[in-house]
């Protein structure tokens, strides 16, 4: 029941937005600010929509439901500010966790996706990792484990948060309700959420087809395992 709720969010989230903004006006400002900022801040929250619902919000602003650029400016903030949160949270936490081999506080094959994608793309994964669902609101929290110097991070939490805000945002705007999406408005969301997974499959792939090593735990990776200064 709650999977089928879920799918039925993504699917119609243009119908929803559009009945949140009749309902509540400038308040699904505040909605959409608050489900950007935990899918970004809070690393118990990758579940939440991001790229479809940007797209879907922009979309609606193209009809002059919203304005797409307060619209744009309120989530690039909410996007930064949801990183920074999830950095200091990594950072403090850290130390406190790592240290037990189970935990329920989080999922420890998503960190080992995310801190093995830190050893592929280094420092930029802070803003490569935005177009990426799960290891979005994993990445910060491994920089912040690793002790990343706060101003290199933010240079690039703010760089990847305006890209990614403005691709789907402004995407959602300019080509949202051209009426072939828009009468197909559930496919292009699933196809959105398909090429967002995409890297995540192939990675599994990868490793699916190399040889088993053992797993002695989860280990920091290289290039955060110490203090970048």
Not at 201 to 208: D, K, L, Q, S, Y
Request: charged letters at 15%; aromatic letters at 14%.
């Amino acid at each position: 029941m709650v999977i089928e709720s879920f799918i039925n969010l993504f699917l119609h989230l243009d119908v929803y937005l559009a009945a949140l903004t009749e309902s509540y006006g400038v308040l699904v400002y505040l909605i959409l600010f608050i489900i950007i900022f935990a899918e970004t801040g809070l690393v118990v929250a990758p579940f939440l929509p991001g790229d479809s619902l940007l797209f879907a919000a922009g979309a609606l602003a193209a009809i002059g439901s919203l304005n797409v650029i307060f619209l744009a400016v309120l989530l690039m903030f909410a996007a930064i500010l949801g990183d920074s949160l999830n950095y200091a949270i990594g950072k403090y936490l850290g130390p406190r966790v790592f240290h037990k081999e189970r935990g329920w506080f989080f999922n420890k094959k998503h960190l080992q996706l995310t801190q093995d994608y830190y050893e592929k793309h280094g420092s930029m994964t802070i803003v490569l990792a935005r177009f990426i669902p799960i290891i979005r609101t994993f990445a910060p929290f491994v920089a912040g484990i690793g002790s990343m110097r706060y101003s290199k991070f933010l240079a690039y939490n703010i760089a990847g948060g305006i890209a990614w805000i403005a691709l789907f945002v402004f995407g959602g705007y300019f080509f949202g309700n051209i009426p072939l999406v828009k009468d197909n408005f559930g496919l292009v969301i699933i196809a959105i959420i398909l090429i967002s997974i995409l890297p995540i499959v192939i990675r599994v792939i990868i490793n699916m087809t190399r040889p088993k090593i053992s797993n002695r735990g989860l280990s920091l990776p290289r290039n955060l395992g110490h203090r970048d200064v």
